[in-house]
């Protein structure tokens, strides 16, 4: 599986971006994901689980996220968003999108940027 982010950028303290991440396979088979994950890595931080969704529409959020992230998905186009409103200088990070945990695929990762 492939996946590849998109949307990061600079945005103030209070504004919002959308993330998205789009999957692919290079093989004929059919795309089945499970779940969805999204993470993050500020500098000199571990990375940390944002958010997850499954192809039933489960959604659960970290801690420090709920109520201003919305992960939601389109099975069909085999995308995930991240929608991400009041945003704050903390969630400055590297953003990447996962499936599969640990050892299943990783995007390239994006760059969000809360300037204060």
């Known amino acids: 599986v492939q996946l590849v982010e998109s949307g990061g950028g600079l945005v103030q303290a209070g504004g919002s971006l959308r993330l998205s991440c789009a999957a692919s396979?290079?093989?004929?088979?059919?795309?089945?994901?499970?779940?969805y994950n999204w993470y993050r890595q500020a500098p000199g931080k571990r990375r940390e689980l944002v958010a997850t969704?499954?192809?039933?529409?489960?959604?659960n959020y970290a801690d420090p996220v709920k109520g201003r992230f919305t992960i939601s998905g389109d099975n069909a186009e085999n995308t995930v968003y991240l929608q991400m409103n009041n945003l704050k200088p903390e969630d400055t990070a590297v953003y990447y999108c996962?499936?599969?945990?640990?050892?299943?695929?990783w995007g390239q990762g994006t760059q969000v940027t809360v300037s204060s």
């Open positions: 996962n499936v599969g945990g640990n050892f299943g695929a």
């Open positions: 396979t290079t093989s004929a088979t059919v795309l089945r994901i499970a779940a």
């Open positions: 969704i499954t192809s039933g529409g489960l959604t």
